[in-house]
């Protein structure tokens, strides 16, 4: 039981943690986006759409070269806390969260786009700053886009593997996720752990976007 359980919790904490992170900055991003149309946002939205596109380990592989001890972010990093961030759940989260990045955005960057600028225009004729706009008018009126950019992102979070195998490894009880666990169970010929293994990630998914709609449209 603890074969499963323990890759579970940990894949549970790096997907909430990963989409977390991906949301913030995925809101950021689609409202830059969607109400600001220059050259530069074109081109960082092609940039953002990169890792649908090239393979997860590439992406991982990319990863491992910005993040690992020879780069400047990871010795940055390493002086600072002391530890270096490749081969750790840190580099999990981090890897889950720029493969979610994509899904989450799309979706959210949409909503936005439906708003009509109009809306938006009268409400700040009436004095109303950023963050009202966002809370009483955008909001309101895109949150589908933004609870089906919080569903995909997390899904995508949960199941990822190539990137985090590249830049986290398979390290039971650290970085070892479910995802990692199901690969390494079919390797050993230990198919009644893949079985349930992929049984226990399926449902705890499906569960919590269920609770996630929910909580959502309450």
Same mark, same amino acid.
């Given at each position: 039981? @603890?074969? &499963?359980?323990?890759? =579970?919790?940990?894949?549970?904490? &790096? ?12 809101? =950021? ?17 092609? *940039?953002?759409?990169?890792? *649908? ?19 400047? &972010?990871?010795?940055?990093? @390493?002086?600072?806390?002391? @530890?270096?961030? /490749? ?8 890897? %889950? !969260? ?14 936005? @786009?439906?708003?009509?600028?109009? /809306? #938006?225009?009268?409400?700040? #004729? ?12 955008? !909001? ?9 950019? *919080? ?11 190539? !990137? $985090?195998?590249?830049? %986290?490894?398979? &390290? ?18 230990? +198919? +009644?752990? %893949? ?5 226990? *990630?399926? /449902? $705890? $998914? ?13």
């Amino acid at each position: 039981m @603890e074969t &499963i359980l323990t890759p =579970l919790l940990l894949s549970l904490r &790096i997907s909430m943690i990963a989409t977390a992170f991906a949301f913030v900055i995925g809101m =950021l991003l689609a409202w830059w986006f969607a109400f600001h149309k220059t050259r530069l946002t074109r081109l960082l939205s092609v *940039l953002v759409t990169i890792p *649908l596109i090239v393979p997860p380990t590439v992406l991982g592989y990319y990863l491992l070269i910005s993040l690992g001890r020879n780069s400047f &972010i990871g010795q940055w990093v @390493e002086g600072l806390t002391g @530890e270096p961030i /490749v081969f750790t759940w840190k580099a999990a989260v981090i890897a %889950a !969260a720029i493969a979610a990045l994509p899904l989450l955005i799309r979706p959210i960057q949409a909503s936005f @786009e439906s708003i009509s600028t109009s /809306v #938006l225009d009268a409400a700040k #004729l009436d004095g109303a700053h950023g963050l009202q706009l966002l809370r009483y008018i955008i !909001a309101p009126l895109a949150y589908k886009g933004i609870l089906a950019g *919080l569903v995909l992102g997390f899904a995508r979070a949960m199941g990822e593997f190539g !990137a $985090t195998i590249m830049v %986290a490894g398979n &390290i039971p009880g650290k970085t070892q996720t479910l995802s990692i666990a199901i690969y390494d169970a079919v390797q050993a010929n230990r +198919m +009644m752990d %893949a079985h349930l293994m992929v049984l226990a *990630l399926s /449902v $705890t $998914t499906i569960i919590f976007l269920i609770l996630l709609s929910k909580w959502y449209k309450s």
